[in-house]
C-alpha cells in the first residue's frame, strides 16, 4: 500500500484569536504545502503575526484548530520546536551577546547543526562576528536573525520580514538563500510588505485582511497573469461621482476603484485607447492628471483593490 500523504506543513483553520474586545483573527484558514515557499500578505494589524505566533506555539487557539507538521504546537511543543526555525522581527534579549556566540550557542542546543562560519560567511557575518548584536546595523541584526532561525537546520522555517532593513546585496543573498532552502525541501513561511519579494520568491500568496485569508493563490493567478492597469492620480480631489462617470465613460470591459480622493485604479485590458479616453475624461471634469500610468497589474494593484488600503 503506498504511504499516506504527509500532512501539510501548516494547516490552521477556524482560528479565532482575540485581545479583549479586539478580534485579531476571524474563523482563519490557512494551507501550507511542504516544500514552498508560501508568503502570508496584509495590511498592519491584519492579524499576521498573531497568526504566526500561534503556528510557533507562543499562543494558545482560543477557537479553532492548528497543526504544524502534523503537530499541535501546544501540546506537542517539545516535539515540534527542534524541526522548526522562526525569525522573529526583534531580538532584543541578545543585546550584548556577540554575533557568532550567539550563532553557536543556538547551534549546540541543535542535534545536526549547520556549520556556524560557513552559515555566517554565507550570509555575510564574518566580518561582524565580534559585535555585540545591539552594535550591528539593522541589516547585519536582520540577517543574524535569519541565521539562527536556520542554524538548527529546520524542515520549516518562519521568517517574518525578512529583508526589513536589508541593502539590495543582503536582499539578494537573502533571497538565493530562502530559495536554496527550498531547492533542500524546507518550507518555507514568509511574511513581507515588500510585494517584488512575494512575487519573486513565493510559489503561494496568502493575502490576509481584518483577520481572514481574503485571496490566495500564485503570483500570477492573483494578478491574473499580467492584466494591465492604470493608475491615475490628479492634483485635486476629483468631483463627487467621478468613479462612476469614468467608469461609463470606459466601458463595463474595464474595472474602476477608488483609492483615495486624488487616486483611481483602472483594472482590466487597457491599452493606449484607454489612456487617451482617461485623459479627455480629466479633461471634461477639469481634473489635472499629476500621473497617469499604464502597466502589468501587480501584486501592489491586487491588494489595493482588496484592501483599499496599502502594505506598508
Ligand atoms: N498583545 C496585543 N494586545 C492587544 N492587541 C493586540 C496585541 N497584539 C496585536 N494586537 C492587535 O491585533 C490586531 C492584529 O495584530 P497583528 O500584530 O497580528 O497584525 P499584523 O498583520 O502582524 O500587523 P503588522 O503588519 O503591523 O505586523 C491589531 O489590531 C493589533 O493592534
Not at 69 to 80: N, S, T
Not at 88 to 106: C, F, K, T
Not at 228 to 248: E, H, N, W, Y
Request: proline share 6%.
Amino acid at each position: 500500500m503506498p504511504d499516506a500523504a504527509p500532512s501539510p506543513a501548516v494547516e490552521v483553520t477556524g482560528l479565532v484569536m482575540r485581545y479583549g474586545e479586539k478580534t485579531a483573527v476571524d474563523h482563519l484558514d490557512l494551507r501550507v504545502e511542504r516544500g514552498t515557499i508560501t508568503a502570508v500578505l496584509g495590511p498592519n494589524g491584519a492579524g499576521k503575526t498573531t497568526t504566526l505566533e500561534t503556528c510557533e506555539g507562543y499562543r494558545a487557539p482560543q477557537q479553532g484548530t492548528v497543526r504544524v507538521l502534523g503537530l499541535d504546537p501546544q501540546r506537542e511543543r517539545r516535539a515540534l520546536l527542534p524541526r522548526i526555525g522562526v525569525m522573529l522581527q526583534d531580538g532584543g534579549a541578545w543585546s550584548g551577546v556577540r554575533a557568532l556566540e550567539m550563532l553557536r550557542h543556538v547551534a549546540r542546543l541543535h542535534a545536526h547543526p549547520l556549520d556556524v562560519d560557513a552559515l555566517a560567511d554565507r550570509l555575510g557575518l564574518g566580518d561582524c562576528g565580534r559585535t555585540p548584536y545591539r552594535r550591528l546595523s539593522g541589516g547585519q541584526q536582520q540577517r543574524l536573525k535569519l541565521a539562527l532561525a536556520l542554524v538548527g537546520r529546520p524542515e520549516l522555517v518562519f521568517v517574518d520580514e525578512p529583508t526589513a532593513g536589508m541593502d539590495p546585496a543582503a536582499r539578494r543573498t537573502t533571497w538565493e538563500l530562502l530559495r536554496q532552502l527550498r531547492t533542500d525541501g524546507v518550507t518555507v513561511v514568509l511574511t513581507t510588505h515588500h510585494m517584488d519579494e512575494a512575487e519573486r520568491l513565493a510559489d503561494l500568496i496568502h493575502i490576509i485582511d481584518r483577520g481572514r485569508v481574503i485571496a490566495s493563490g500564485t503570483p500570477l493567478q492573483l494578478t491574473r497573469g499580467g492584466t494591465s492597469t492604470i493608475r491615475l492620480v490628479v492634483t485635486k480631489p476629483f468631483p463627487v461621482g467621478a468613479p462612476d462617470s469614468l467608469q461609463a465613460s470606459l466601458g463595463g470591459h474595464l474595472e474602476v476603484t477608488t483609492i483615495s480622493d486624488v487616486s483611481l485604479l483602472i483594472t482590466g485590458p487597457a491599452d493606449s485607447t484607454t489612456l487617451a479616453v482617461v485623459s479627455a475624461w480629466c479633461e471634461e471634469q477639469r481634473v489635472l492628471p499629476e500621473s497617469l500610468n499604464l502597466g502589468q497589474r501587480t501584486l501592489e494593484d491586487v491588494f489595493l483593490e482588496l484592501t483599499g488600503r496599502g502594505l506598508a
